[in-house]
């Protein structure tokens, strides 16, 4: 059903941003959706390489918030990392263009 639907979704700034949440895409010159394969601008590379970098600040975050609450056991160190989480996320998702699709090219390649 997913992969049904999203053949029928035009590709917007949310869609690209949930399919690569997971990926180090900074390092990859090519994307994939729909079937199409295609090559990422400059500039967008250059964004996603920025966004990497915060996604290490988080991991960093991460690293320190355990080794708080291991020690002072309180609570609202955990909710101000959740909402730093959620703030670097939303930072991450603001720094796509708005077109998304106007940094992509299609290669003329297609995924089986």
């Known amino acids: 059903m997913g992969k049904r639907r999203e053949a029928q979704l035009k590709l917007t700034r949310w869609q690209y941003f949930t399919k690569n949440l997971y990926n180090n895409t900074a390092t990859k010159t090519r994307f994939s959706y729909n079937k199409v394969v295609y090559l990422k601008s400059e500039e967008l590379m250059d964004i996603e390489t920025r966004s990497n970098r915060i996604n290490v600040l988080l991991l960093l975050a991460l690293v320190i918030m355990f080794l708080l609450t291991s020690t002072i056991h ?3 160190i955990v909710i101000a990392y959740l ?8 930072v991450r998702l603001c720094m796509l263009p708005k077109d998304i699709q106007a940094h992509l090219t299609d290669s ?5």
Do not use: F, K
């Open 74 to 76: 309180n609570v609202w």
């Open 83 to 90: 909402v730093l989480v959620v703030a670097g996320q939303i």
């Open 108 to 112: 003329g390649y297609r995924d089986r």
